[in-house]
């Protein structure tokens, strides 16, 4: 009997054993959880390496938005980007003048027009870069109110998209163009993100299911020409993290294999977007703040089961002169922020994409107090940090 006993706590011991091992590999920094999600889920193991790393957002299409082409990135902003260590490119490409006011309707000349650049430049690219991903990512720009309006804005083309069948109609037609231009270009190189930052404010209830409706069927037009193309989807209330509402609360699940669900996070806004002289400090209450923010995202992956992605995150570096910083925070304390992001995103085989070069929260040094760059300094802090790989 008591031979039988010792046997028996020796097995429960060895499976108890074998069981926090296999606990503790799946809560290492490459999770058996997220690998799995990923191939659940049926995304190409060549996207899923590229967007589990450090990739970069462009607003050269954005802020150009009057321009009725679609071509502000130079072939040599993107033969540096990835020279500088860059995962994968994401074209934040206007859509404004494709829907212009006040009908907001398709118009087809302009919108061909920026597609077919932005198709020749991703073909010739991904051609010259086989190894990385782009992703087209469609982002409406000019605010109702202005960019000085207090509280919750929103755009014009997405007010009248979410008010709009006629407007939801022609974006599917939007998508269809983009998917059958690029239909040629590898699976494993080109991903579409369906909406940058979808609102919703207008709808009153269930508003992250009528985005998940609408996307729902965009995804099934776009999967009829391109079947094995890659999607991300972003959550209603800009997808952003660290607000009032949960990861849950703004995203919905589709009904479709090969999604990425993208989030974003600029947590405490005060201090990703400092605005005056004389930096603010990283402290461990903005610390707590940003890991309770990003560990909601991981519960969201978890109990749905699906791979997740930080689609934007991104703070402002000092801007200088005459040696003085006059907005920003230091290089020493947006490392150690980021550090904090890696932690909790890049450690745990979450990709994540800066926000954005071109911007004021550029990753590369700010030289000038516009947000044009005439050449890309790198800030060696940040890049130590995110383990770009400039070989």
């Not at 980007?81 to 087809?108: Q, Y």
């Not at 190894?131 to 720009?141: G, M, N, P």
């Not at 269930?206 to 037009?221: D, S």
């Not at 700010?366 to 800030?379: C, F, I, T, V």
Request: aromatic letters at 10%.
């Amino acid at each position: 009997m008591i031979r039988v006993g010792i046997t028996v706590v020796f097995a429960l011991l060895v499976t108890a054993t074998a069981w926090a091992g296999n606990w503790n590999q799946g809560n290492s920094s490459s999770t058996n959880l997220t690998v799995d999600v990923w191939k659940k889920n049926n995304v190409p193991i060549a996207v899923k390496n590229n967007l589990q790393k450090a990739g970069l957002n462009s607003i050269a299409d954005w802020s150009g938005c009057s321009s009725v082409r679609s071509a502000g990135n130079t072939d040599q902003t993107i033969d540096n980007a990835f020279r500088d260590g860059w995962s994968h490119f994401v074209f934040i490409v206007c859509i404004d003048k494709m829907f212009p006011t006040p009908e907001h309707r398709l118009n087809l000349e302009i919108a061909t027009a920026k597609i077919d650049a932005l198709e020749a430049q991703i073909t010739r690219m991904s051609k010259k870069h086989p190894d990385r991903l782009f992703v087209i990512s469609l982002k409406s720009r000019e605010v109702i109110g202005g960019w000085a309006k207090k509280g919750i804005r929103t755009t014009y083309v997405y007010d009248a998209y979410e008010k709009k069948k006629s407007v939801r109609e022609d974006y599917i037609k939007l998508w269809e163009m983009i998917a059958q231009k690029t239909a040629h270009i590898p699976q494993t190189q080109l991903a579409f993100n369906l909406m940058n930052e979808p609102e919703f404010h207008n709808v009153a209830v269930n508003r992250t299911n009528t985005w998940g409706k609408y996307a729902n069927e965009l995804i099934g037009e776009i999967r009829e020409i391109s079947p094995q193309r890659t999607i991300i989807v972003e959550g209603v209330f800009k997808s952003n993290l660290g607000r009032q509402q949960s990861a849950s609360d703004m995203m919905p699940v589709v009904n479709h294999d090969n999604i990425v669900y993208g989030f974003h996070h600029y947590q405490p806004y005060d201090f990703t977007h400092w605005k005056k002289a004389g930096g603010k400090k990283f402290t461990s209450e903005i610390k707590r703040k940003v890991q309770t923010s990003l560990r909601g995202m991981i519960s969201f992956s978890k109990s749905n089961k699906v791979p997740v992605i930080l689609s934007e995150v991104g703070v402002w570096g000092p801007y200088p002169t005459n040696g003085k910083p006059i907005s920003g925070i230091s290089f020493q304390d947006r490392a150690a922020f980021m550090r904090v992001v890696k932690e909790e995103t890049l450690d745990k085989g979450i990709g994540l994409t800066w926000w954005a070069l071109f911007d004021l929260n550029t990753p590369y040094k700010r030289l000038s107090e516009g947000k044009l760059q005439s050449s890309m300094e790198k800030d060696d802090l940040l890049w130590e940090v995110l383990q770009l790989n400039t070989k």
